[in-house]
């Protein structure tokens, strides 16, 4: 009587071969002698295995389907009892174990190439309003002479005599188990199918070659230092001509001498001296709009700090501005002439008085006028 593989593997008739291939590796997960050495086991897994080599054959399983001989049909010298050309498909018992199968056929000389990065300095202002540079890449590129092919001219690729095209070589060995068949890639080809007898003088066969060219960028406004440009197809050309990577150009900021960027808002530090902060006064500041004027009020105290609104770095997304923050220092005197030491005095009396602060009694405005002009060499 003839075994009925599909009660072998417990699928349906009109199973499908994703079906088939799903029963054969859950019953090879379970019954391999490596995991269950029984001997009735490693019957049961020599059938599986003669049943799965005949249903995932198209042409065997049609013979089988109509009542013939699948494995006599097709000069196989396996079957239940060994594994003959059935364990030709080792690759799906390890894709039973490891859960993925081995890449089979040649492999393509065209490949994708690598991403590219640089990284660019720009300046505050540059952040702060978006600019356009021009950059310098040095990547690969396609090979003019061979267009890629990796052929010197007049000459193409041939099939590999050794493989004949198919990329790997295979090799039948004896077993406790009967034969078993691996495959590894063609020594010879590389795994591509394919030799280059005369390669191009020009990229010795790569298909690409170093080069040196212009880009131009566009830096949007509201960068920071660590942001990346993804210029898309603008890196590394593949080997065997293939589509290019991507190119990533990275932000670098130079330190300004006056403004300190915290985000999107700016500081800096102003200093006047003590009579200044007591009386107020106008001071310029070149900022990045141009030159402003600062009121700084009768009364300022060192540490206080001026806000300058939409003074600052565009919003990289979004509209609007990030402020300018003044940050006032107030300079004391080191040392004071006689004259000086005695207007101190004086306001020193006069001020014995609690008053709020930015406010003078009676005298003190004029004797802050006089300091002011001491100060000042007047």
């Known amino acids: 009587m003839a075994t009925d593989y599909y009660a072998v593997l417990g699928v349906r008739r009109d199973a499908g071969p994703d079906e088939i291939k799903k029963a054969f590796r859950r019953l090879a997960r379970e019954l391999h002698p490596d995991v269950n ?33 699948p494995l006599s049909a097709a000069g196989g010298a396996g079957g239940p009892g060994g594994f003959g050309a059935g364990f030709g498909n080792f690759s799906d018992i390890m894709d039973a174990f490891f859960g993925q199968s081995q890449q089979r056929g040649p492999r393509s000389r065209t490949r994708r190439g690598q991403d590219a990065m640089i990284r660019l300095e720009i300046e505050l ?80 066969g790569d298909g ?17 230092n660590g942001t990346r440009i993804q210029l898309a197809g603008e890196g ?62 009768p009364g300022t105290q060192s540490g206080q700090s001026i806000p300058l609104h939409q003074r600052g770095i565009t919003h990289l997304r979004g509209g609007g501005r990030g402020d300018l923050v003044v940050h006032v220092e107030v300079v004391t005197p080191h040392k004071l002439d006689p004259d000086q030491e005695e207007l101190m005095r004086r306001l020193a009396k006069l001020r014995g008085e609690e008053r709020p602060t930015g406010q003078f009694a009676p005298g003190q405005q004029g004797l802050f006028s006089r300091l002011k002009d001491a100060f000042n060499g007047r």
């Not at 897994?45 to 065997?60: G, R, T």
């Not at 300190?260 to 709009?289: F, N, S, W």
């Open 37 to 69: 050495p029984d001997p009735k086991t490693q019957e049961r897994f020599k059938e599986i295995n003669a049943a799965y080599e005949v249903l995932s054959d198209p042409q065997k399983k049609q013979v089988y389907d109509l009542g013939g001989d």
């Open 208 to 224: 690409r070659v170093r080069s040196r060219r212009t880009l131009t960028v566009k830096i949007p406004a509201g960068v920071d």
């Open 236 to 297: 590394e050309v593949g080997p065997g001509g293939g589509p290019a990577g991507d190119l990533y150009v990275e932000i670098r900021e130079v330190p300004h001498q006056v403004f300190q960027r915290r985000g999107d808002d700016l500081h800096c530090t102003v200093t006047i001296p003590m009579t200044a902060a007591a009386l107020g006064t106008k001071c310029p500041l070149e900022t990045l709009d141009g030159l402003e004027e600062i009121d700084i009020r």
């Open 125 to 204: 202002d540059e952040a702060a309003f978006g600019t356009t540079k021009d950059i310098q890449v040095d990547t690969a590129v396609t090979c003019g002479t061979c267009n890629g092919e990796g052929a010197a001219p007049g000459t193409s690729a041939q099939t590999c005599d050794m493989c004949r095209g198919r990329g790997e070589v295979s090799q039948v060995t004896r077993s406790f188990l009967g034969q078993v068949m691996t495959s590894r890639p063609c020594p010879q080809c590389q795994g591509f199918g394919t030799v280059v007898p005369t390669p191009c003088p020009e990229c010795a």
